[in-house]
């Protein structure tokens, strides 16, 4: 039994797997309150059930730092040598072999890192709650930057021509004002205005759109300088432009601004300071570090008629070890390779979200921050028709004499090339394609990299999953099985964000603990 | 003598005054090579000359500092009791005492600071260069977030509704996405685009819009949530709305958004770790602090056969140094009250930029981050039709217990308003307003407050004079007056903003070695 009152969003017991009303988790969204150990002596047990949590990523974490809190007992089984899972940053003498036995050690220098997998944190999302909870600093993740490029080879009047975000800006949206003010003045649209509205309108298009008293754009100082104002008389040098409306609209550089307004990706945006899997470790620690086994894949997962029984690996031996629970975080296809006894409709479901998707991401350090120096980018995201698709400037070490690009962060068919090459291949690759953009700074200045494609990474074997979650199959899944609970962010409505990862734990913890409530 | 080929953008010896190439400032403006002590050699001296700098806020400051790189021997008189001028951070224990006598002392928590006055660089600013050289550390600071509220009282349907930036976006950018398709559709701008240019417009605002595939606009999920989607089927609370067309134009929040997009504010912006004052107290470090006078107020600045003489006030006695230079970077309707032997033409060009500009701030002390837990703005601005004009949450600061909220920015006749009411008034007033916004935890929780009206605090008596730079006396002032010269943000391009002050100051450096050179 619940205590009364006290879990917000959570079914009533015996409802495990139903939805709960859209009220309870609008509170619950804000206000996380887990099982508590009370609510185990109120249903007069003293605590002290065992669950074992199968994967020490951000689903598996969550889940034994919160039935922590309540009281059970936890233990956790990690495949891998380290915490966090795909919220993985790595850090000089940091090594990982892939799944073809390529072994990469990262040369970065202190305070250098790469944020392999997760890298950013929308202010809204539940991963800013853990963070200021374990006290983990953090700072602004610089998602969006005004003096970030945009370069298409494939379009536009000028392909290959990198443009800063604000000027592009500025063009795309004084052209686009110019038509809807002109439209409006050609009264195309008075069955859809009223005097009112086109004078609202109309203010704002000439504002937004920097348009000149004739209704027309020609530019202005939005578009940025070649050279800014400085003092007396120096009013600035204009950077050549605009091109015409036509260019501009082939140019499609207005296709990458939607990214900034979009739910997840707005700013503000932050990161732990040090690098993302930083939350994670200090979560390890809260739980204690003798509860997470590394190097210890799993192999099978039984339920019993006394709980479950899981199998794993760990330093050459076979061990069991036994549980009233098992909270299973690991990707749905290792799980179809493990010995189970779950049965074959919760194989069909798992292969529903077996298929992970390939993304790669490779960190370029530099002996210098050029992109500071020459070209004045101070964090952000270039975004590019290459093959390397974004180029994201470091968010952290203003100032300091060194520092880390992500030189490529694609995915699908971009991230299926680079993974097929070797480290050094990809890095080539890489600055090839950066050079066009920066210049031969790119590559003069490199010190080392470190890439990682997600689908050859062991027990990962994938970048994510789509989540699914309105199939019958996805319903199974979050019901268990026995006394197994399934856990990840393919599990979530945020499928590859830690929000997502944490809030499956959540529900998983919730279902578990009706079911220990109810025993 | 200039050293040949050295000085990227100066004009050449005897024509100081005159306007500078604009490829060579564009030169100048990337790469700033001050005067050097090789210069004085090479023309035979062994440097050393003497200058007086009237003025420690940034203008004054990077005078002395490249002064004495080129080998000169500086001293700074500044009126105040501390560097940096209108950039002001208040601290705990900071006292100040305005022009009508009032006192008063910040009770802040360690940590907690208010930039009382210059808040932000951009990064393309010069500002940015000095940070650098000085090793100060630095951070993103929070210009704009999606997730800060508009809240209009005097416009739109629902007057008085503070609504996300987020929200609003979406909305506007929505429904002029949608009218400007109906347009294009309508054939409304048949004369304007040809085909290509109707399909890449179409699929630009489709993005950008969020349009429906019927071209209508009808929300959606960048609008942002009640309750964030989480995990199993929970796929969100949705916002109510949005409203009508005519609702959204009329809420006149779209006339906020410029902002984001203007030349010196779009982000990424940045300041100082500790408060913005860092820069110029590194500065002072940097210079010799013996070199740095507080609270010697100049009382008259003449200019003699051999140079100049500079007289000030020192812990009640008049005092007077003899210079070979002058540099004045003080607010200019100060300098109309010394005694000079400027000349009538000086002192009516001085009365063009006399007029400081009412502004004013207040720092509210909070004993809890109610904004990131019950709002979840990490950071931003927050605008209004209030007078308060402009609410800023903290950029600094985050996760920890407590904070700092500014209160209002204001300037004109809403600074006025507050600047005639007592700090504890002003409080009052900007608290009753709060409210509004963000509900009672906005007054429950206010630990302390700190506010400033630039027009009566000593010696600077206003926030800013606005530029005249195409007129006659400007021209006037930037030559100079016998051996001294001028400086001050109010001779840049750039007035109320460090690059400005830095930038008027190279400029007279340049001037003055000019100068010092041909003698």
Redesign the interface.
């Known amino acids: 039994m619940y205590a009364a009152g006290g879990l917000a969003g959570i079914p009533a017991a015996g409802a495990v797997g139903t939805?709960?009303a859209?009220?309870a988790?609008?509170?619950?969204?804000?206000a996380w309150t887990p099982p508590s150990g009370s609510d185990f002596h109120l249903a007069g047990r003293r605590g002290g059930k065992k669950v074992v949590i199968v994967g020490a990523g951000p689903a598996g974490l969550t889940s034994a730092y919160e039935l922590q809190k309540a009281g059970y007992d936890v233990t956790v089984l990690e495949a891998r040598h380290r915490p966090g899972g795909r919220t993985l940053t790595i850090r000089g003498g940091d090594s990982e072999t892939d799944l073809d036995g390529v072994t990469q050690t990262a040369r970065f220098g202190d305070g250098i890192y790469l944020n392999a997998g997760a890298g950013r944190i929308a202010?809204?999302?539940?991963t800013?709650d853990y963070?200021?909870e374990l006290?983990?600093?953090?700072?602004?993740f610089?998602n969006?930057?005004?003096?970030a490029y945009l370069y298409n080879e494939r379009t536009g009047s000028t392909p290959g021509n990198p443009t800063r975000y604000?000027t592009a800006?500025?063009d795309?949206?004084g052209y686009?004002s110019e038509?809807?003010n002109?439209?409006t003045d050609?009264g195309?649209?008075d069955a859809?205005?009223?005097a009112?509205?086109k004078a609202?309108?109309k203010?704002?298009?000439r504002?937004?759109g920097?348009l000149d008293t004739s209704g027309a754009y020609t530019g202005g100082?939005?578009?940025?300088?070649?050279?800014?104002?400085?003092?007396?008389?120096?009013?600035?040098?204009p950077l050549p432009g605009p091109d015409s409306?036509?260019a501009v609209?082939?140019s499609?550089f207005?296709?990458y601004?939607?990214f900034e307004?979009?739910?997840e990706q707005?700013?503000?945006m932050?990161q732990p300071k040090g690098g993302m899997d930083t939350t994670w470790q200090y979560m390890v620690k809260a739980i204690g570090k003798q509860r997470v086994e590394f190097n210890a894949p799993v192999t099978g997962v039984q339920n019993t008629p006394k709980g479950v029984t899981v199998t794993y690996e760990q330093k050459g031996r076979t061990k069991q070890v036994e549980a009233d629970f098992a909270i299973v975080a690991a990707p749905a296809q290792l799980m179809r390779g493990w010995a189970t006894n779950w049965g074959g409709a919760i194989d069909t479901a798992l292969a529903d979200f077996a298929i992970g998707s390939a993304a790669g991401k490779i960190g370029l350090e530099y002996q210098s921050r050029w992109w500071?120096d020459d070209h004045?980018?101070?964090?952000?995201i270039t975004e590019t028709d290459l093959d390397l698709a974004h180029i994201w400037y470091p968010?952290y070490g203003?100032?300091e004499r060194t520092g880390l690009v992500v030189g490529y962060y694609n995915t699908g068919a971009s991230a299926r090339t680079y993974a097929a090459l070797s480290p050094k291949d990809r890095e080539a690759r890489a600055v090839e394609q950066g050079v066009k953009i920066h210049g031969e700074r790119y590559r003069s200045e490199l010190r080392s990299s470190f890439s990682i494609s997600w689908d050859k990474v062991p027990y990962i074997q994938g970048a994510w999953a789509y989540p699914r979650?309105?199939t019958a199959n996805?319903?199974l899944l979050?019901q268990g099985v026995g006394n197994t609970f399934f856990a990840g962010d393919w599990?979530?409505?945020?499928s590859a964000w830690q929000?997502?990862a944490i809030?499956?734990a959540?529900?998983a913890v919730q279902a578990l603990h009706a079911k220990a409530a109810a025993l």
């Open positions: 939805v709960p859209a009220s988790v609008a509170q619950a969204a804000h202010q809204w999302m539940t800013m963070i200021r006290g983990v600093p953090y700072e602004v610089t969006a930057n005004a003096d604000r800006k500025a795309v949206f686009t038509l809807l002109y439209a050609q195309a649209l859809r205005l009223t009112d509205d609202n309108l203010t704002f298009l504002s937004w920097s100082s939005n578009r940025g300088y070649a050279s800014y104002p400085t003092a007396w008389e120096e009013h600035g040098t409306l036509s609209l082939a499609r207005g296709n601004f939607p307004t979009n739910w707005a700013m503000l932050f500071e004045r980018i101070f964090g952000g968010s203003y100032g979650t309105g996805f319903a979050q599990m979530s409505e945020l929000h997502g809030w499956s959540r529900y």
